[in-house]
């Protein structure tokens, strides 16, 4: 049986840092594409990042190139977002998805139907 937990989610100053824990079960990180997306209220979901399995390919949104970095860790079986320089406009709930899939789509990655389980989310709110 496959399950996503994340965690990690919480209230941060502007200019702040995060890191978003998502524990998977029932596969290890490195048998399937995993991403992380997020949702704002009363926007759509938003693709952020895909790793593929065995860290072949990554594929990170331009809106938080260069401030969010996905990582795995094997031994723990757990995949990680670690934000920083956060910004009010990252405010939402996180998922971490898990594809059907061996590699994240080059350019289909950021589209949620191209992943099969979700986590039930985690908030995150940048806020002074």
């Known amino acids: 049986q496959v399950q996503v937990v994340e965690s990690g989610g919480g209230l941060v100053q502007p200019g702040g840092s995060l890191r978003l824990s998502c524990a998977v079960s029932?596969?290890?990180?490195?048998?399937?594409?995993i991403g992380w997306f997020r949702q704002a209220p009363g926007k759509e979901r938003e693709g952020i990042s895909c790793?593929?399995?065995?860290?072949?390919?990554?594929h990170v949104a331009d809106s938080v190139k260069g401030r969010f970095t996905i990582s795995k860790d094997r031994t723990r079986n757990t995949m990680y977002l670690q934000m920083s320089s956060l910004e009010p406009e990252d405010t939402a709930v996180y998922y971490c998805?898990?594809?059907?899939?061996?590699?994240?789509?080059?350019?289909?990655?950021?589209?949620?139907?191209?992943?099969?389980?979700w986590g039930q989310g985690t908030q995150v709110t940048v806020s002074s």
């Open positions: 790793i593929s399995s065995g860290e072949s390919s990554a």
């Open positions: 998805a898990v594809s059907a899939a061996f590699y994240c789509r080059d350019y289909g990655w950021h589209n949620s139907y191209e992943y099969t389980y």
């Open positions: 029932g596969f290890t990180v490195d048998d399937k594409a």
